[in-house]
């Protein structure tokens, strides 16, 4: 058990009204203006246990705005990491079997190899290559202030700096341990003809409402604006 000196102050969301979507995949929900535009793809939950961008995002999703191009998928994506959270030991439904964002090379996505998290990571890879935007939802395991992590590249750095929030701006080279989602495929490639851009947005921990829900709202209600 990871020891921690603050309360979880976030009660979990019940997401159960979300398992079905248009796609097939449980947890996935998609929205089309009908008009042509970018393909935005929100994430929450890539860790069971930061769940203040769960629900930030099921806020939006009770009322989304009337999107003016383009389309918008949802994704709740470590549910059953997710479902084994308690408050008791919080940071111990990070994950169940290996961490989900470490997973995203084709070779390991087309390996041999099994796990609960590559099965998700899998199911979601078609809508994942669809995106032309992601941003993706995180918490910190302390409090600090809201930041995003835009990654190595320029095209990572606009994205943040476009959005205007007020967040320290983090680009980073990756993790040793594993490629993360925000930098899988065309997402962290160099800009060529047609190249999707994404920006990793962190908040301040899961367990402060009033500092943590609020940036992960605003940073994804900015990003589809």
Partial sequence: MIETDEPVAIA??????????????DFVQ????????PHVLVCALVHG?????AVALDQWLRAPP???AGRVTAAFVNMAAFGQFTAGDPHAS????????????????????????????????RLVDE?????DLHSMQYSSP????????EKGRHLAFALGLPYDVIADAGHRA???????????????????????????????????QAPSCGGFSRILA
């Fill in 178 to 212: 594993g490629r993360r989602l925000r930098d899988y495929g065309g997402f962290g490639a160099r800009p060529a003809r047609r190249t999707p851009c994404s920006s990793n947005a962190v908040s301040t921990g899961q367990r402060t409402a009033s500092l943590s």
């Fill in 49 to 53: 246990n930061e769940y203040c961008g």
């Fill in 146 to 153: 809201p930041l995003l992590m835009c990654g190595p590249l």
């Fill in 94 to 125: 990070r994950f169940l079997d290996e961490d989900f964002n470490r997973l995203w090379t084709p070779e390991v996505l087309d390996g041999p190899r099994s796990s609960r998290e590559l099965t998700r990571a899998r199911d979601l890879r």
């Fill in 131 to 135: 995106a032309d935007f992601l941003l």
């Fill in 30 to 37: 998609h929205f089309d203006s009908g008009s042509p535009g």
């Fill in 12 to 25: 979990p969301p019940d997401l159960a009204e979300y398992r079905h979507g248009p796609f097939g995949v």
């Fill in 66 to 68: 009337n999107l003016r």
